[in-house]
């Protein structure tokens, strides 16, 4: 599954629980690297956002989650 995936389905009502048992993760996990990515809660648009460099948010999206090692190791 993409980042730009996750994220979508975050923002759409999905919870991080079910996208991370989806693909076999454990969601703390899931949460700490979506942050690494640069994507963050915000509580007043109450979605994920990316707090990154705007250059890398296209990219960023493209990412293959399942094909990475796990970031918060």
């Known amino acids: 599954m993409l980042i730009g995936e ?3 389905k975050l923002n759409n ?4 629980e079910e996208i991370a048992s989806s693909i076999k ?3 703390d996990i899931l949460r700490n690297d979506l942050k690494k ?8 648009e ?3 956002v990316f707090t990154g460099y705007e250059s ?3 990219n960023t999206l493209r990412i ?5 090692k796990e970031l918060s190791t």
């Open 6 to 8: 996750i994220v979508q």
């Open 13 to 16: 009502g999905a919870t991080y």
């Open 25 to 27: 993760r454990n969601e």
């Open 37 to 44: 990515f640069g994507f963050h809660y915000d509580n007043n």
């Open 46 to 48: 109450r979605k994920l």
């Open 56 to 58: 890398e948010y296209e």
């Open 64 to 68: 293959c989650y399942p094909d990475i």
